[in-house]
């Protein structure tokens, strides 16, 4: 009786040939699949992404977005409509820079509306004593939102945390007092009398409407395409661990600089359109309440994702116009709206997480059976 443990012996007692072929297969059994077959396997953990999801997720609803913006002054005409869809335009800048700040590097900054300030009054005093347009006025904003991007930014963001945001709140009050008690910026009244666009008295609403809109449609397109470049890969290697991007080379007090001085320059820019829109500034203008909508938006739509933000800066600035039928009480709803929404959906109505989660499912999904983590991984990045 042969022992079934001892390997096959030939007709000689020599052992028998090894029936399996080169790759370890059985002779007569079918091959193993190949490492580059197109058979699609699901990953493990992977959820294939709804079609809602698709939908979010594709490139046009950011031009149909675009176009039902461009197609409102055709329905609704009227010159206070005009200007209140121009003010939540203004807000979505505003919103779009902060979120850079905030939700790209992760600084807390509470004193935004003073970029907002700067813009504001250094446009109106440059068209007001010079006698030009307020056009031939931004490369000056430009510059000088830099600096103060700069200067603010160079000392105060070597500190983290609740010490940031209570510095930056802080030399958000210094911008307001300062304009408050210089008589170059009309003290507290402020200034009035500001020329439009083009020098020769306000602009039409919905002129002004359709360049406000293009003004910002670059600035999404901008942020967006900043938060996937390798800076913005940066941003969020330091939002994440500071200390361990220091430790893989990268310098966070010049990233978190290059934020900082990104969201002033959307910050300012959204300044000149509102001195222009309004036709005068004050420091009442530019109060903390500023800071805490726009950062409030950022939260509400979804910190570093784009699309979210855009969403959360119309809510919070539409939100009081629809409540307006319940008078007194408004204030009141939108606060109750607001916290009912971040406590159903404390990660945002849009979050960047769900985004970028649902984009990894669904090429990995559509990725052949044996490709590399590591090739997995430079496709989602």
Known sequence: MSNPLRPPRGPHGAPAPDSRDHTGTPHGAPPPPRPD??????????????????????RHIGWAALTAALALPLVIATPYALNVMTGAALF??????????????????????????????????????LDIPLLATVPAVLVVT???????????LRLRSDYLAIVTLGFGEIIRITATNLEITGGPSGIYGIPGLWGDGPTD?????????????????????????????????VRE?????????????RVKLAAYVAGAVWGGLAGVLFGAQLSAVSPASFTFLWSALVLMAVVL??????????AGAIAISLAPELLRQVQ?????????????????????????????????AARSSARPTGTPASVAREESA
Do not use: K
């Not at 077959?37 to 594709?58: I, W």
């Not at 003004?215 to 901008?222: G, I, T």
């Not at 607001?338 to 404390?346: A, E, G, K, S, T």
């Open 205 to 237: 609403p919905a002129l002004f409407y359709y360049i406000t809109v293009g003004v910002v449609a670059l600035a999404v397109l901008f942020a967006a395409r900043l938060g996937r470049s390798r800076l913005g890969r940066a941003w969020r290697f």
């Open 328 to 360: 007194d009480y408004r204030f009141f709803v939108f606060g109750v709206l607001l916290i009912v929404v971040m406590v159903l959906r404390p990660q945002g109505l849009w979050p960047q997480r769900t985004r970028e989660s649902a984009r990894t």
């Open 241 to 253: 661990d500071e200390d361990a991007a220091a430790a893989m080379g990268i310098r966070p007090h």
């Open 301 to 310: 739509g979804g910190m570093g994702s784009t699309p979210g933000v855009v």
């Open 92 to 129: 979505v800048m505003l919103a779009v820079g902060l979120n850079i700040v905030v939700g790209y590097c992760g600084l807390l900054d509470l004193g935004y509306a003073a970029f907002f300030a700067v813009g504001a009054y250094t446009s109106g005093i440059l068209a007001i004593e």
């Open 37 to 58: 077959s197109a058979t699609p396997v699901e990953p493990s953990g992977a959820r294939r992404p709804t079609p809602a999801a698709r939908l979010l997720e594709s």
């Open 146 to 156: 830099v600096v103060a991007g700069l200067v603010i930014g160079a000392p105060t």
